[in-house]
């Protein structure tokens, strides 16, 4: 469809382009403009007005050295002197020994139940919608796997590093 137009709009183009050349080139009689500052211009006065590396080099090789008490260069108050690590007593050696987190279940335990035939307890889960029902020695979510279910509490291991928990049941109030 654009190669119909094209030489149209070539046309078009070229006849713009005499017009402008026309414009342009055509005796004019306005004087030229010159500025009046670019001829009362004073040079400035440096002897020698070539790149001094010597200068460069000497301003790149200053540096703080790394033995110096490092201050805050806004703040009035002097700097703390330096203390020579040489003369202060010795640390004793305290060991660390790892804080376990407690473990929890990222579900609510509410509930258990009572199989009448086998007589395996099931605990109750819950997590916002969704309801899970496991018994004793099975697998909760992938991660962890319940004990022992007791009345008031349910022990639960963690299957990736072995650690144990407890957590306790979880009463509902009265339904609003």
Request: charged content about 15%; glycine content about 8%.
């Amino acid at each position: 469809m654009w190669k119909k137009y094209q030489p149209a709009i070539l046309g078009a183009l070229l006849v713009v382009l005499a017009v402008i050349a026309y414009l342009s080139f055509r005796g004019s009689s306005a004087p030229p403009v010159t500025f009046s500052t670019a001829q009362n211009y004073p040079p400035i006065g440096v002897e020698n007005p070539e790149l001094q590396r010597w200068k460069i080099k000497a301003a790149q090789k200053t540096g703080y050295p790394t033995t110096t008490v490092h201050r805050n260069i806004f703040d009035a108050t002097p700097p703390p002197t330096p203390v020579d690590p040489s003369k202060l007593p010795p640390m004793p050696a305290v060991p660390v020994q790892p804080v376990e987190q407690p473990l929890f279940l990222p579900v609510k335990f509410f509930g258990y139940g009572q199989v009448p035939a086998s007589g395996r307890r099931r605990a109750f889960f819950t997590n916002g919608e969704d309801v899970y029902i496991v018994a004793e020695g099975e697998t909760l979510l992938g991660q962890f796997r319940v004990l022992r279910i007791g009345n008031v509490n349910l022990d639960f291991e963690v299957i990736s590093s072995g650690r144990r928990g407890s957590v306790a049941l979880e009463e509902q109030g009265p339904s609003a």
